[in-house]
């Protein structure tokens, strides 16, 4: 946490020196001496320090100065920073002023000057008052603030990638500026052009980002957005649980291995609200804990994580190219592309406009929160879907599921099953889908087509989260490895028609077992065809990989 500050003024600039020497050498090593020759300029400071969400402990302030006088500046400083102790330096003809600013200024001590030595006249006083302070002050958040607007697809994106990326951040909406008093003075400091342009990103440094990329996001919230090596035993594209689990057996067996990962480790079970079925959780444990316990597993093995997108495959001989989205080339003895799949899109009427602002592709635990005491519409019948409406049900007044078929026993776990059903507040609506949304710049209705019924019926609805399958997203690798005619990677034996191995394969060898139509070039969890598609066999698939990694490597190396 960044040291509080104690802000000194005085226009008498040896008697400004004198106080910063005498409150630095008591003070410096819990605080941060700062000083200012006149009210504008400490307003100046006092308003960056807002901005920042630094804290002031103490205003040791000149009463007569040209300009803002102390007790005027008390008074502009006192509304930003209201916890802060406020101390008046004033000359003894001042006396009056200063006891009248008592009440006036809220001051909370005046000191006559000189105030020689410090020892009986400063220090005492000041400790007493810094006590307090210390006593009744809740320590400020420190870390990034976003500022935006609930219903804005681009706040989303960024609540989501810091959240889904293990980032502390402190979400303030624009719309609870009149009802929250952080926000107000958050808003009153910035630039007008910046409330404009929302969101904006404010760095503990001071650091604002209007609109940001994820990919300017990563770069200045720490993440590593670049490799640090030209070249790697075991690239690895993908970080949810099969590239994870790849990473950390390549890497605690010895293999120079970098991750790429476009949005965050975990990928999509890091979305997951629960995962029960995991070996060895016996009452479960959220996807992000899984994610972040791997990450740090990983690290802890020396895998190098990027924040990136991989765009291209290039095979050169034994190399592998990598290009990053971010124009940086990397190669590797191997590529595993655990690339997994994303949602798949719902074709009606308003989706694609109001995503982000209303509507959500997964569970969007970013959201719950602002789902208080609302209605809630989750469109699935698969495990996620049911899992969705599980943690919405904690947050929501309703939570609506709406499920194509006429029940959920084919394609949800029975487990989840019995909880839904056990929970009051969600009600699954059978043979029902969405054929439109409607709102202006956020959901504001939805219709839904019943089949029993035949009718369409429209209802007001602020969330819709759609869960109705997933895609592989492999376009980047089409004329490399072979696909089948959805897009998922062939490996091993599904490469080997009628005792022919795949076009253009040279080895002496059939392809082994998750290894795709290019040698060196393996496949593991979702983004494989005829994957199982769990957090575990994800994760077995990776680990496995390693061991055909190393015969792979013991041919070329
Ligand atoms: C909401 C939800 C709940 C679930 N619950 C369960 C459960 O309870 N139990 C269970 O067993 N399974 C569950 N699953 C399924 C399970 O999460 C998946 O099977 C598993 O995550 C697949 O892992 P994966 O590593 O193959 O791919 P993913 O998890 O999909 O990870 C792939 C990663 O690759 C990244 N990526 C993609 N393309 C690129 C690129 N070009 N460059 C860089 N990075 C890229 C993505 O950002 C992503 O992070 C759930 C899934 C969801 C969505």
């Given amino acids: 946490m960044a040291k509080p500050v104690l802000l000194t003024v005085d226009d008498d600039r040896e008697v400004l020196r004198a106080i910063e020497r005498d409150l630095r050498r008591k003070y410096a090593s819990d605080y941060r001496v700062l000083r200012a020759e006149s009210g504008e300029e400490a307003m100046g400071i006092v308003r960056e320090l807002k901005v920042r969400n630094n804290a002031i402990a103490l205003f040791l302030v000149d009463q007569r100065m040209p300009g803002l006088s102390g007790v005027e500046f008390l008074a502009q400083a006192g509304t930003l920073f209201p916890d802060a102790k406020r101390v008046l330096l004033t000359a003894y003809a001042d006396t009056d002023a200063a006891i009248a600013a008592i009440n006036e200024a809220g001051v909370d001590h005046y000191l006559l000057k000189p105030w020689d030595p410090p020892e009986e006249n400063l220090y005492p006083i000041l400790d007493e008052l810094l006590e307090d ?20 697809p681009a706040s989303h994106n960024i609540k989501d990638f810091l959240a889904r990326n ?5 979400w303030m909406d624009i719309e609870t500026t009149e009802a929250d008093p952080e926000v107000r003075d958050l808003v009153g400091l910035l630039e007008e052009e910046e409330t404009r342009n929302l969101p904006v990103v404010i760095f503990p440094n001071g650091l604002r980002l209007r609109q940001p990329t994820l990919a300017e996001l990563a770069e200045h919230a720490g993440l590593k957005t670049k490799a640090t090596e030209a070249f790697y035993d075991l690239a690895i594209v993908g970080g949810g649980p099969a590239g994870l689990a790849a990473a950390v057996y390549g890497a605690s067996e010895g293999l120079r291995t970098v991750m790429i990962e476009r949005e ?62 971010n124009g940086a080339e990397l190669s590797c003895h191997v590529l595993l592309v655990a690339t997994g799949v994303q949602w798949r899109k719902l074709g009606v009427p308003g989706v694609e406009r109001l995503t982000g602002a209303g509507i959500y592709y997964g569970a969007a635990i970013t959201e719950a929160m602002s789902t208080r005491d609302e209605d809630v519409y989750v469109v699935g019948g698969a495990n996620s ?48 889908s969405v054929v439109e949304a409607h709102g202006k710049d956020h959901l504001e209705a939805i219709s ?7 009718e369409v019926n429209t209802v007001p609805a602020n969330s ?28 091993g034996s ?52 390693i061991s055909f990694v190393h015969q792979y490597l013991s041919k070329v190396v």
């Fill in 166 to 170: 293990h980032v502390p951040y402190q």
């Fill in 494 to 545: 599904h490469l080997v028609r009628d005792g022919k191995r795949p076009n253009g394969w040279k080895l002496d060898r059939d392809p082994a077992l998750l290894e795709t139509s290019v040698p060196g070039v393996f496949v593991v969890g979702d983004v494989r065809h005829g994957s199982v598609k769990r957090v575990a066999s994800g994760v077995g698939e990776g680990s496995v990989a």
């Fill in 133 to 152: 302070w210390q006593a009744a002050f809740p320590p400020p958040f420190e870390g990034i603030r976003v500022l935006g607007n609930r219903w804005s």
């Fill in 385 to 432: 879907a049911g899992q969705a409406a599980m943690y919405f049900s904690k947050y929501a007044r309703r939570v609506v599921m709406l499920v194509r078929g006429p029940s959920l026993s084919t394609t949800m776990s029975q487990y989840l099953i019995n909880q839904l059903k056990a929970t009051s507040n969600i009600q699954i609506e059978f043979n029902s």
């Fill in 464 to 491: 819709l989260f759609i869960m109705i399958g997933a895609e592989p997203n492999t376009d980047w690798l089409a004329d490399i490895v072979e696909r089948d005619e959805r897009g998922f990677i062939y490996s």
């Fill in 448 to 454: 839904i087509y019943c089949a029993t019924t035949n």
């Fill in 264 to 325: 965050a480790p975990g990928g999509q079970a890091g979305m997951s609200s629960r995962i029960e079925n995991y070996l060895g959780f016996p009452s479960g444990l959220t996807g992000a804990d899984l994610a972040r316990r791997a990450v740090v597993q990983a690290r802890r093995f020396g895998v190098e994580i990027i924040s990136a997108e991989a765009t291209a495959l290039r095979v050169d001989g034994p190399y592998r190219f990598l290009q990053l989205a």
